[in-house]
């Protein structure tokens, strides 16, 4: 390592994450040990959720180092991000040493093993990459750009999107935002308009299915951009349709998805998610909602009754994709179930009722949310729903598959989740940013105060990582794969993290519901919890996905 770690910043982080990467390596081995590939991590739930944390850190330190070194490469340093780089490679080398040494008997390292990160130059690049001169240096200069993210995408489709989508997002969304966050509005028909018009829906959808095929990363990228803007009224339009749209091209009908897909390509299908149960959440395998054999005037189907609750947009939408056991044999748990798809009427307001020509009855209330408005989330009592055979997505082949092809759209979900975290935590930094700049305390404006440019500093950092670790996923995505998950679990932290830190640095003015950082903050509170609850995310799916490939 050099001498010098703040001259050669890149060379500095590079050095540190390898270091970090060892030693993480060699606790998973560890940890596989000790739970049997996973098998018992039920008996070791508190390291299993450190493990899986620092995991995702290390993971996103390289990813974020990989991008100044690739943008070096061809031709076009970005000398603050190298900083960036460095100072959040420190930070994840130096919370990984202290977690080891806190834990010492849970990871069951050697001395030998942890070697790497006692080394002399380790601990000098660790403080001077977290320096708090050399963090409000990142500040500084962040808040000389006011916060503006303007990094190289190399793609140039990527490239394009971003730019459509921040346009679309200035002009048809930023507009409303906080009236439909105060006011608890559904998304205006204009908006939605005007969304489809884009081909937003359509991202990730095949070309031979009516999207565009741009692929997951464009799709991230336009999720973030229109997340910036309002997280419920734009953001996460799309990620319902995801969600389903990725259980077709898995595991649909060819019917199916030529039917379907391109209606969600073009938002004609506006598509609402139903799986949350009233008693059951995150233990999606233990659903209650039945779907039973039926017949109407001579066509095949199924009656399904229940209850399903954080069902959001259902009731704009007019398709739900619903998750139904269809084997009545509780102890199969995720494999019985099915996944179907009901076409209903649209409905406005907090409260819609959908009486069948079949018999059958939908009725959705919305549950009141301090954030995360615009959307509107139901719990729905449904009683005797008739869904025709055609509607089961996979036909004959998707009887009792819908776990595996919902936990399939899910990891999409999760995907997109990340972008979500990832715009509002720019959105957040931005806002903190240009409030420094205007306001002034004790004859200088707030941007001239040490403390100020060192969280900004820190804040640029975390979002930084944020949005390499969720572009790394998106190149990269499988739904089997765990990088997914890493990516919203830590963008979403990172995006309480940096609304609640620009709400502090605008004063009481942050608490103010007619300033936006108030509704970036409130908003931010659900995202470690939809698509996933963090624990659940952190244990069941990285942790176990990580120990169980060992």
Same mark, same amino acid.
């Given at each position: 390592?050099?001498?010098?770690?703040?001259?050669?910043?890149?060379?500095?982080?590079?050095?540190?994450?390898?270091?970090?990467?060892?030693?993480?390596?060699?606790?998973?081995?560890?940890?596989?040990?000790?739970?049997?590939?996973?098998?018992?991590?039920?008996?070791?739930? @508190?390291?299993?959720?450190?493990?899986?944390?620092?995991?995702?850190? @290390?993971?996103?330190?390289?990813?974020?180092?990989?991008?100044?070194?690739?943008?070096?490469?061809?031709?076009?340093?970005?000398?603050?991000?190298?900083?960036?780089?460095?100072?959040?490679?420190?930070?994840?080398?130096?919370?990984?040493?202290?977690?080891?040494?806190?834990?010492?008997?849970?990871?069951?390292?050697?001395?030998?093993?942890?070697?790497?990160?006692?080394?002399?130059?380790?601990?000098?690049?660790?403080?001077?990459?977290?320096?708090? #001169?050399?963090?409000?240096?990142?500040?500084?200069?962040?808040?000389?750009?006011?916060?503006?993210?303007?990094?190289?995408?190399?793609?140039?489709?990527?490239?394009?999107?971003?730019?459509?989508?921040?346009?679309?997002?200035?002009?048809?969304?930023?507009?409303?935002?906080?009236?439909?966050?105060?006011?608890?509005?559904?998304?205006?028909?204009?908006?939605?308009?005007?969304?489809?018009?884009?081909?937003?829906?359509?991202?990730?959808?095949?070309?031979?299915?009516?999207?565009?095929?741009?692929?997951?990363?464009?799709?991230?990228?336009?999720?973030?951009?229109?997340?910036?803007?309002?997280?419920?009224?734009?953001?996460?339009?799309?990620?319902?349709?995801?969600?389903?749209?990725?259980?077709?091209?898995?595991?649909?009908?060819?019917?199916?998805?030529?039917?379907?897909?391109?209606?969600?390509?073009?938002?004609?299908?506006?598509?609402?998610?139903?799986?949350?149960?009233?008693?059951?959440?995150?233990?999606?395998?233990?659903?209650?909602?039945?779907?039973?054999?039926?017949?109407?005037?001579?066509?095949?189907?199924?009656?399904?009754?229940?209850?399903?609750?954080?069902?959001?947009?259902?009731?704009?939408?007019?398709?739900?994709?619903?998750?139904?056991?269809?084997?009545?044999?509780?102890?199969?748990?995720?494999?019985?179930?099915?996944?179907?798809?009901?076409?209903?009427?649209?409905?406005?307001?907090?409260?819609?009722?959908?009486?069948?020509?079949?018999?059958?009855?939908?009725?959705?209330?919305?549950?009141?949310?301090?954030?995360?408005?615009?959307?509107?989330?139901?719990?729905?009592?449904?009683?005797?729903?008739?869904?025709?055979?055609?509607?089961?997505?996979?036909?004959?082949?998707?009887?009792?598959?819908?776990?595996?092809?919902?936990?399939?759209?899910?990891?999409?979900?999760?995907?997109?989740?990340?972008?979500?975290?990832?715009?509002?935590?720019?959105?957040?930094?931005?806002?903190?940013?240009?409030?420094?700049?205007?306001?002034?305390?004790?004859?200088?404006?707030?941007?001239?105060?040490?403390?100020?440019?060192?969280?900004?500093?820190?804040?640029?950092?975390?979002?930084?990582?944020?949005?390499?670790?969720?572009? #790394?996923?998106?190149?990269?995505?499988?739904?089997?794969?765990?990088?997914?998950?890493?990516?919203?679990?830590? #963008?979403?932290?990172?995006?309480?993290?940096?609304?609640?830190?620009?709400?502090?640095?605008?004063?009481?003015?942050?608490?103010?519901?007619?300033?936006?950082?108030?509704?970036?903050?409130?908003?931010?509170?659900?995202?470690?919890?939809?698509?996933?609850?963090?624990?659940?995310?952190?244990?069941?799916?990285? #942790?176990?996905?990580?120990?169980?490939?060992?």
């Amino acid at each position: 390592m050099t001498t010098d770690p703040a001259s050669q910043p890149s060379q500095a982080a590079r050095t540190l994450v390898d270091r970090a990467r060892a030693v993480m390596d060699a606790a998973l081995r560890s940890a596989a040990e000790v739970t049997r590939s996973g098998e018992l991590l039920d008996d070791h739930q @508190v390291h299993g959720e450190r493990i899986a944390y620092l995991a995702t850190q @290390v993971r996103a330190a390289e990813d974020l180092v990989g991008y100044v070194e690739r943008v070096a490469a061809g031709g076009t340093p970005d000398a603050l991000h190298e900083r960036m780089a460095f100072a959040y490679a420190a930070e994840v080398t130096h919370a990984l040493r202290s977690q080891v040494e806190a834990a010492w008997a849970d990871f069951g390292l050697t001395e030998a093993d942890i070697a790497p990160l006692h080394a002399a130059d380790t601990r000098e690049a660790v403080r001077v990459g977290l320096d708090g #001169a050399f963090l409000r240096a990142i500040g500084r200069d962040v808040i000389t750009t006011g916060g503006a993210n303007h990094i190289a995408l190399e793609d140039e489709v990527a490239t394009l999107t971003r730019d459509m989508a921040r346009e679309f997002a200035k002009n048809e969304v930023a507009p409303y935002a906080q009236e439909i966050h105060r006011q608890d509005l559904t998304v205006p028909e204009q908006m939605l308009a005007r969304f489809c018009e884009q081909g937003f829906f359509g991202s990730s959808i095949p070309e031979e299915y009516g999207g565009t095929g741009m692929g997951d990363l464009p799709m991230v990228i336009i999720t973030e951009e229109l997340s910036a803007a309002s997280l419920a009224a734009a953001g996460s339009l799309a990620t319902r349709p995801e969600i389903l749209a990725k259980a077709l091209v898995a595991g649909g009908t060819e019917e199916q998805r030529r039917e379907w897909l391109p209606k969600i390509a073009t938002g004609e299908a506006l598509v609402a998610i139903a799986v949350t149960e009233p008693d059951f959440g995150s233990d999606v395998a233990s659903i209650k909602t039945r779907a039973e054999p039926a017949e109407v005037n001579g066509v095949r189907g199924w009656r399904i009754s229940g209850a399903k609750a954080w069902s959001t947009f259902s009731g704009r939408a007019n398709l739900l994709a619903l998750l139904a056991r269809t084997n009545p044999d509780a102890s199969l748990g995720g494999r019985g179930l099915s996944l179907f798809m009901i076409e209903k009427p649209a409905y406005t307001g907090h409260h819609w009722r959908f009486e069948q020509p079949e018999g059958g009855v939908m009725e959705g209330t919305a549950n009141p949310t301090p954030g995360y408005r615009g959307m509107h989330s139901f719990t729905i009592a449904i009683d005797n729903i008739f869904v025709p055979h055609t509607h089961l997505v996979g036909g004959d082949e998707g009887i009792d598959r819908g776990f595996y092809l919902q936990m399939g759209g899910f990891a999409a979900g999760r995907l997109q989740t990340g972008g979500r975290g990832v715009g509002l935590a720019q959105a957040a930094l931005e806002k903190a940013c240009a409030y420094v700049t205007q306001r002034q305390q004790f004859g200088q404006p707030l941007s001239e105060y040490q403390l100020t440019q060192y969280k900004i500093g820190v804040m640029a950092t975390h979002v930084a990582a944020a949005r390499q670790i969720t572009y #790394a996923s998106a190149r990269t995505f499988t739904t089997r794969a765990v990088e997914p998950s890493m990516s919203k679990l830590l #963008a979403c932290d990172i995006a309480g993290e940096v609304s609640r830190e620009a709400q502090l640095l605008h004063g009481g003015w942050g608490y103010s519901e007619e300033d936006p950082i108030s509704r970036y903050v409130v908003d931010a509170l659900v995202l470690p919890i939809f698509e996933g609850a963090k624990p659940i995310l952190e244990l069941r799916v990285i #942790a176990r996905g990580l120990l169980a490939a060992l």
